[in-house]
């Protein structure tokens, strides 16, 4: 099954009945790859809003869709209602090794 994103396989084990499922995204070894570049050229990434004067935001990171669920899935509370709690969760993902293969500066 593919919905353009994301690509899954099924699995059926018979002598135990269980129906697995495998979910991958197919951009993701891309899109990490393009990281490592960005990584290599600093000042690639300009500050949002530079042009204009004002600085008001800055991309750190490109998370593929994928590794911010197996994120979630592994105990990282980045989708917290409390803005806080989700900011703290992110840079302490940001700090593991997955999380460093997202950063782009």
């Known amino acids: 099954m593919n919905d353009g994103i994301f690509t899954s396989e099924f699995h059926f084990q018979e002598h135990t009945e269980t129906l697995t499922r495998k979910l991958d995204q197919p951009s993701r070894d891309f899109i990490l790859?393009?990281?490592?570049?960005?990584?290599?050229?600093?000042?690639?990434?300009?500050?949002?809003?530079?042009?204009?004067?004002?600085?008001?935001?800055?991309?750190?990171?490109?998370?593929?869709?994928?590794?911010?669920?197996?994120?979630?899935?592994?105990?990282?509370?980045?989708?917290?209602?409390?803005?806080?709690?989700?900011?703290?969760?992110?840079n302490r993902f940001l700090r593991s090794p997955e999380g460093k293969a997202c950063l782009v500066q």
């Open 33 to 90: 790859a393009r990281n490592a570049e960005l990584r290599k050229n600093p000042g690639v990434i300009q500050d949002l809003g530079k042009q204009s004067g004002e600085s008001f935001g800055r991309q750190v990171a490109t998370i593929p869709m994928i590794t911010l669920y197996e994120a979630i899935r592994d105990g990282y509370d980045l989708l917290s209602k409390d803005k806080d709690v989700a900011a703290r969760e992110m």
